[in-house]
């Protein structure tokens, strides 16, 4: 059980940083960063190779990169099909793959969320970090396009309250209620 829990640990995590990297491809088109940024080299060499073969069939709307969105579901769901598969293949079960399948997409749907979710708490939590300690560092810039979004609407209703701005503690608190209803909706996630 020890190295089916190892093997769990590094398939997640693997699967992690190429959704992290796809999530984080989209949210750029979507608040357009110019591609010549320090961070896009990165996250394009992670996310090409998935990426652009899905561009033919799924062309972007609205501002939203959905190549990059649908790259990020389908990484999950077949981690999700990998899991679930050894999970029945060690109980010893066969439920059929019309079962494995119906029972990886909602997976592989919340799985996503919440790793918009931790995305977004990253990107909001460096931005701050770096506002305090290196306000002037190029990566500053991208992290604030890139939060600005979502903290902006907080901005206009919150006041700063001694110059110290409360948009991001706000934030972290909605993401956070977020991911308690996910937690009850799906339960064991």
């Known amino acids: 059980m020890l190295l089916i829990d190892i093997l769990r640990l590094v398939l997640e995590t693997a699967a992690s940083l190429v959704v992290f990297c796809l999530l984080l491809r989209a949210l750029m088109q979507w608040v357009r960063i110019h591609p010549n940024n320090p961070l896009s080299p990165f996250i394009f060499s992670m996310t090409d190779w998935l990426v652009k073969p899905l561009r033919k069939g799924v062309p972007g709307y609205g501002g939203v990169d959905w190549a990059s969105v649908l790259g990020a579901f389908l990484v999950s769901f077949v981690l999700h099909m990998v899991l679930v598969g050894l999970s029945v293949a060690l109980s010893r079960s066969s439920p059929g793959v019309a079962a494995l399948v119906t029972f990886s997409i909602p997976l592989a749907i919340f799985w996503v969320i919440r790793n918009i979710a931790y995305l977004l708490m990253g990107i909001v939590?460096?931005?701050?970090?770096?506002?305090?300690?290196?306000?002037?560092?190029?990566?500053?810039?991208?992290?604030?396009?890139?939060?600005?979004?979502?903290?902006?609407?907080?901005?206009?209703?919150?006041?700063?309250?001694?110059?110290?701005?409360?948009?991001?503690?706000?934030?972290?608190?909605?993401?956070?209620?977020?991911?308690?209803v996910l937690q009850r909706v799906m339960p064991g996630f």
């Open 125 to 180: 939590l460096v931005q701050v970090v770096l506002s305090w300690v290196n306000p002037f560092s190029p990566m500053a810039a991208i992290l604030n396009e890139l939060s600005r979004p979502f903290l902006e609407p907080l901005r206009r209703v919150l006041p700063s309250i001694g110059n110290v701005d409360l948009s991001p503690l706000v934030f972290f608190l909605i993401l956070q209620i977020v991911m308690m």
